[in-house]
Structures are given as structure tokens and as C-alpha cells.
Nanobody
Framework: QVQLVESGGGLVQAGGSLRLSCAASGRTFSNYAVGWFRRAPGKEREFVAAIGWSVSMTRLADSLKGRFTISRDNAKNTVYLQMISLKSEDTAVYYC???????????????WGQGTQVTVSS
């Protein structure tokens, strides 16, 4: 079992920045790929970013490249999502998830956090 806890969400003005954290406990976290997903009100959950057990393996949703960055610190059992130049359309609940394989598909992840709310005011 892997337990995940997201933090760092909040209310920010458009153009601002936030850094989300996904802290893990349980099994050896460094063996897992981690993905970030988000769900905006009235919309389907969508892929945001993923990082493999090797930090060289990363993937971002095309629409978010240049504004979002994913990274991990295995010594701290934490994955980060740095978000800059935030827009109102980034408003959503952000979830992190861990799984055995690197994937952009939410079905590839076995463990999920509770989510953290990000609200961007225009």
C-alpha cells in the first residue's frame, strides 16, 4: 500500500504561481511512477503530468507545457507540481496518483490521494 497526501493548493490570482506537493508513505516510493490529474467543475478528469521512477522520465499535457513542471525528491518521498502563469481554466481539484508503470492514463495508477483544490481568480 502507498498512501498519498496532496498539499499546496489554494486561491491565487491569475498569473500567479503555486507548487503542489504529493507526499507518500508506505512502500518504497521510488519504485513508483507518479501522475498528477485534475478535475474541473463539470468536466472529466484529465491528465496533467507524470514522472517515472527515474526523474528523466517526465511527461506533461501538451496544453500545459511551459507553465507546469513535475519533479520528485525520492529522499523526501515527495513529488512536486510547479505551476506558473496560472489561468482561470486551471481551477480544479488536483490529484496525485502512484502506480507501477509510467502512464498518462489514470487507469494505470493504483493509489490516489484525496486531492487539493486550486482556484484561480481572474
Amino acid at each position: 500500500q502507498v498512501q498519498l497526501v496532496e498539499s499546496g493548493g489554494g486561491l491565487v490570482q491569475a498569473g500567479g504561481s503555486l507548487r503542489l506537493s504529493c507526499a507518500a508513505s508506505g512502500r518504497t516510493f521510488s519504485n513508483y511512477a507518479v501522475g498528477w490529474f485534475r478535475r474541473a467543475p463539470g468536466k472529466e478528469r484529465e491528465f496533467v503530468a507524470a514522472i517515472g521512477w527515474s526523474v528523466s522520465m517526465t511527461r506533461l499535457a501538451d496544453s500545459l507545457k511551459g507553465r507546469f513542471t513535475i519533479s520528485r525528491d525520492n529522499a523526501k518521498n515527495t513529488v512536486y507540481l510547479q505551476m506558473i502563469s496560472l489561468k482561470s481554466e486551471d481551477t480544479a481539484v488536483y490529484y496525485c496518483a502512484a502506480g507501477a508503470a509510467f502512464s498518462m492514463n489514470s487507469r494505470g495508477y493504483s493509489y490516489w490521494g484525496q486531492g487539493t483544490q486550486v482556484t484561480v481568480s481572474s
